[in-house]
């Protein structure tokens, strides 16, 4: 028998009533999905309350319809300005007419069935290295049986694929079994956005599928345990998520993933987010052994690099730490960029740099393991000197823009842990010694550079 409740009167209704009847009463507390040798779903098993039926096939909000048109119609001439937060805003309107427009039927289809299927369509396109050959074919119309013969993938396969991703408006349909590339296909020919899919949706995302479950488990608290995660849950790891990327063999495609998060923002050393100058150079210590910047978990050295190319004459040293492995990965940075294998829970072991910096680092952590990684970076701290820099969210409690929102989840699913708003960072910096001399900030979307100093005795 394969069961589900009805979601009525909570009586488990037979899904299959032909095979040999087994009748089972409802009961709150069945938690074991097999009964009997016999797949059991539980749905609902809490609701004695069911919404009109009616609704689930009426457009979201008709209502929101006509001022989404209008916004976004008064938002298409800002689109020729090159101004990255107008385009923005108009992207929310149109997914605003969008999800307006839909019907509840259709939303769950789309994330049950359609999205989905677009994953495993793109990630086939990128294995077979159907997006490179396309990408290399220029913008012209391609024939299935042209690409099936260049990356050997079955002919009918690949018309499947294809067939979804022009209905999805991935590609765009020329012809009969004829497609051509969007920007967005030609740019799955780049590792960053490529593997970015590999290893986020494929190496992690049972995290957040099947987070509920965990949530249920853990009586629904907040989690705040870097060592008990959904992620570690779904995958039945004991494992980070770093150390679990590396194990499947999608580490690189995670250090593709960071430098494809950092495309088209503003660097934070950019002068109009933060004066360096100002804040840093100013006062360094200019001898060439003197530590400049420690950039602490900073990956394969793209922030460094990045670094270096606005401020070439900088003093000191940039030196760069990272996992072993993750040192190992590197392919190309400027020798001038000390590499140094380096574990966050051990002795800083550069000491009274005029800058630690960390990027994306603390919020993969709940408050305790912060408090580690932390305090190996303030005992080597030089009192009057020494900064350290946080580039993070701010995240808002209100009008929270959906990146930053969308990144809490993964911390959520992945870590146990959190985006921070202000009030969160204030407490667990002064809690570890330091104190905030400044937040810099650009777009709404964009982490901000947290600029930090030893908290002087009172
Ligand atoms: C989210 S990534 C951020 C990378 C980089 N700072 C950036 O913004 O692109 C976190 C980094 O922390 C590193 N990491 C994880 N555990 C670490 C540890 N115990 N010691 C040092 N680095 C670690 C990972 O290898 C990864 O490169």
């Known amino acids: 028998m394969v069961a589900v409740t009805n979601g009525f009167d909570n009586r488990i209704v037979d899904l299959y009533p032909n095979d040999p009847p087994v009748v089972h009463g409802f009961d709150d507390h069945v938690t074991d999905p097999v009964i009997d040798g016999h797949v059991i779903l539980i749905a609902n098993k809490e609701t004695d309350f069911v919404v009109d039926a009616s609704i689930l096939k009426t457009p979201t909000d008709l209502g929101a319809v006509l001022p989404a048109l209008v916004k976004l119609n008064a938002g298409l ?25 839909e019907t509840p039927r259709e939303t769950m289809i789309r994330h049950c069935w359609a999205q989905s299927g677009t994953i495993a369509a793109l990630n086939t396109g990128t294995v077979s290295g159907l997006w490179t050959t396309m990408a290399k074919n220029g913008d012209r119309p391609q024939k299935i049986d042209e690409l099936a013969a260049a990356t050997r993938v079955d002919e009918v396969l690949l018309g499947r694929l294809m067939r979804h991703l022009a209905a999805m408006q991935y590609i765009v349909e020329t012809g009969n079994d ?46 705040i345990d870097a060592f008990d995660t959904s992620m570690q849950r779904a995958y039945r790891t004991e494992k980070d998520m770093f150390q679990w990327l590396q194990t499947i063999g999608y580490g690189e495609h995670f250090n593709h993933h960071m430098q494809a998060y950092g495309q088209g923002r503003i660097p934070w050393m950019d002068p109009s987010l933060y004066p360096v100058q100002d804040r840093l150079i100013n006062g360094a210590d200019r001898s060439s052994e003197a530590p400049f910047i420690v950039d602490i978990a900073g990956s394969v050295g793209h922030d460094l690099a990045t670094f270096l190319k606005y401020h070439p004459d900088h003093p000191g040293k940039l030196i760069l730490q990272d996992l072993p492995k993750v040192i190992g990965q590197i392919k190309h940075l400027d020798s001038t960029i000390e590499r140094m ?36 970076i303030t005992k080597a701290m030089k009192p009057g000197y020494s900064k350290l820099l946080i580039n993070e969210n701010v995240i808002p409690r209100t009008n929270a823009h959906w990146e930053m929102t969308s990144l809490d989840m993964v911390m959520l699913t992945l870590f146990s842990s959190r985006e921070r708003t202000e009030d969160d960072w204030k407490i667990l910096l002064k809690s570890n010694g330091l104190e905030i001399v400044g937040i810099w900030q650009g777009s709404q979307a964009w982490e901000s550079l947290i600029e930090c100093e030893l908290l002087t005795e009172t």
């Open 178 to 223: 004829e497609y051509k590339t969007t920007n967005f296909t030609k740019a799955m020919a780049h590792p960053f956005i490529a593997d970015s899919h590999l290893a986020m949706c494929s190496g992690t995302s049972a995290g957040a599928y099947q987070f509920h479950e965990f949530a249920e488990e853990n009586k629904f608290q907040n989690p």
């Open 77 to 101: 001439a800002s689109l020729t300005t090159q101004n990255d937060d107008a385009r923005s805003q108009v992207l929310r309107e149109a997914w605003k007419l969008v999800q307006s427009l």
């Open 341 to 376: 294998e380096y574990d966050f829970h051990t002795p800083q072991p550069v000491e009274g740099a005029r800058a630690y910096f960390l990027h994306s680092v603390l919020h993969d952590w709940p408050d305790k393991v912060c408090n580690s990684i932390l305090g190996n």
